[in-house]
Nanobody, 127 residues
Framework: QLVESGGGLVQAGGSLRLSCAAS????????IGWFRQAPGKEREGVSC????????YYADSVKGRFTISSDNAKNTVYLQMNSLKPEDTAIYYC??????????????????????WGQGTQVTVSS
């Protein structure tokens, strides 16, 4: 089970930290990713992290502003979002897959097909 938290309303230029807490069965190796979906738009892959080598991937739209990290002791993955823009407004979801692959755009594609998703957390950035 994946549970997201940390969303909210913030002004442009502000910061939020999202959390994705995993419980229940866990994978020996895994990738966890963040996706977002704004009203009327397709779901977009934002970032992912690989447990096998610690690699990370970021979409161009968030590179340099967002940072993904993990705390294995807490079974939690974080997405630190800085310099937020109104176009970052969306529901943010995390997804997990038991893949040993490094974090790449292709891994985001694997995650998008995963059966393990959280319920989402709303992020709203006002201008």
């Amino acid at each position: 089970q994946l549970v997201e938290s940390g969303g909210g309303l913030v002004q442009a230029g502000g910061s939020l930290r999202l959390s994705c807490a995993a419980s229940g069965s866990t994978f020996d190796d895994y990738a966890i990713g963040w996706f977002r979906q704004a009203p009327g738009k397709e779901r977009e892959g934002v970032s992912c992290i690989s447990s096998s080598d610690g690699s990370t991937y970021y979409a161009d739209s968030v590179k340099g502003r967002f940072t993904i990290s993990s705390d294995n002791a807490k079974n939690t993955v974080y997405l630190q979002m800085n310099s937020l823009k109104p176009e970052d407004t969306a529901i943010y979801y995390c997804a997990a897959d038991g893949t040993p692959a490094a974090a790449t755009a292709q891994t985001m594609g694997v995650l998008e097909e995963s059966d393990y998703w959280g319920q989402g957390t709303q992020v709203t950035v006002s201008s």
